[in-house]
């Protein structure tokens, strides 16, 4: 056999990149199919899994012995298999699950915008744009499975940063908070569970908020302090508020379509307000960051991008906003805390 490259050599690097996308797949496959949840209750064979899940017997072991390789699940002798502590993260409704993450970032939806790259790298525009002559949106609202496996995705985004969020920013001090485009409406809960003096609206589409009330993350204690207000933030943002809340919401668009959201945020907030924008932080050059692996990902996707910033100040700023200040969640979020001028 030729001699093994070591693991910290040039070639390694990029032959360790290029194996990312094999174990994300079979990551995105395990998920779709349960197998973490099939396994909870212990050991069982490749056979017994395959049968129950109606796949290729051989095809579900081969999968399975590479992912036990990596410590997500463990193998015994007899091609039988267990849950590691790692594999409990993709089982479903369990503390910090991530199985809807992968569902997403596996669906022909978001990978298959990135099988696009190059056509995007050769014309700027996003794979949706490319290959249906929309964005990525539109395609959801035409796509109802899709829709539920973003909307599921995203509520676990929100649970994972959430209380992280919550406990960084003094949010009481604004008496009022509107979460614009807050989906399901579970980082606003955390925010006012966090600032019991905190009143709360959730604004997004109707479709949306119609989700929302299903998942009831505003309701029970919460209910008093919350109301929905319809929001389509590229039309007009609702009054009634101090501080205005956007998470992930300016990264999707690119900076024409970015301004004229914060635009309409403008118009809404008060003089003596705040726009508070939750997105990632980037670094500086030549260091490794979440934003800018995520950065491609929105090129491809949406067509937004991930800002320095510098680059959100100017933004800002170009739409009557002073970056007043940045305030760090973690190692991977911040909050621009915006005022009016």
Same mark, same amino acid.
């Given at each position: 056999?030729?001699?093994?490259? %070591? #693991? ?49 017997? &051989? ?5 399975? =012995?590479?992912? %036990? ?5 463990? /193998? ?14 993709? $089982? ?6 991530? $199985? ?7 669906? *022909?939806?978001?990978?298959? #915008?990135?099988?696009? !790259?190059?056509?995007?790298? +050769? ?5 949706? /744009? ?12 035409? &796509? ?32 009022? !908070? ?29 479709? @949306?908020?119609? =989700? %929302? ?10 209910? &008093? ?9 590229? +039309?007009? @943002?609702?009054?009634?508020?101090? %501080?205005? !809340? ?22 809404? @907030? ?8 939750? /997105? !990632? ?13 995520? *950065? ?8 937004? =991008?991930?800002?320095?910033?510098? +680059? ?5 700023? #170009? ?5 007043? =200040? @940045? ?9 621009? /805390?915006?005022?009016?001028?």
């Amino acid at each position: 056999m030729p001699q093994q490259v %070591a #693991s910290t050599a040039p070639p390694a690097i990029l032959l360790s990149a290029r194996n990312g996308l094999v174990l994300h797949q079979t990551l995105y496959a395990v998920a779709r199919l349960g197998v973490a949840d099939h396994l909870n209750s212990g050991w069982r064979s490749a056979s017994d899994l395959a049968r129950q899940l109606n796949v290729n017997e &051989d095809a579900l072991y081969r999968i399975l =012995r590479l992912l %036990a390789s990596q410590g997500i699940f463990e /193998e015994n002798g007899d091609r039988s298999f267990r849950n590691t502590d790692v594999s409990q993260f993709l $089982r479903s409704n369990v503390p910090g699950s991530l $199985r809807a993450l992968f569902v997403f970032w596996g669906s *022909d939806y978001s990978y298959g #915008s990135l099988s696009q !790259l190059i056509r995007t790298l +050769e014309t700027g525009k996003s794979a949706p /744009e490319l290959l249906f002559g929309n964005d990525s949106f539109e395609q959801l609202r035409r &796509d109802p499975e899709q829709a539920r496996i973003f909307d599921d995705a995203m509520t676990t985004m929100s649970q994972l940063t959430a209380p992280a969020i919550a406990a960084a920013y003094d949010f009481s001090a604004w008496q009022s !908070l509107m979460d614009i485009g807050g989906g399901s409406g579970i980082l606003l809960s955390h925010i006012l569970r966090a600032h019991p003096q905190l009143r709360g609206v959730l604004a997004d589409q109707q479709h @949306v908020l119609d =989700r %929302a009330r299903e998942r009831q993350f505003l309701g029970g204690d919460l209910a &008093d302090r919350t109301s929905m207000e319809p929001c389509n933030f590229f +039309e007009h @943002v609702p009054t009634g508020c101090r %501080a205005y !809340l956007m998470k992930n919401i300016i990264h999707d668009w690119d900076d024409e379509q970015s301004r004229a959201i914060l635009s309409n945020c403008r118009k809404a @907030v008060p003089s003596n307000g705040a726009l508070l924008l939750v /997105e !990632l932080a980037l670094g500086a050059a030549n260091t490794p960051a979440f934003g800018k692996f995520l *950065d491609i990902a929105m090129l491809s996707l949406t067509g937004g =991008r991930e800002r320095t910033e510098a +680059e959100y100040a100017d933004l800002l700023a #170009s739409t009557g906003f002073r970056l007043n =200040r @940045v305030v760090p969640v973690d190692a991977q979020f911040c909050i621009f /805390e915006a005022l009016p001028v």
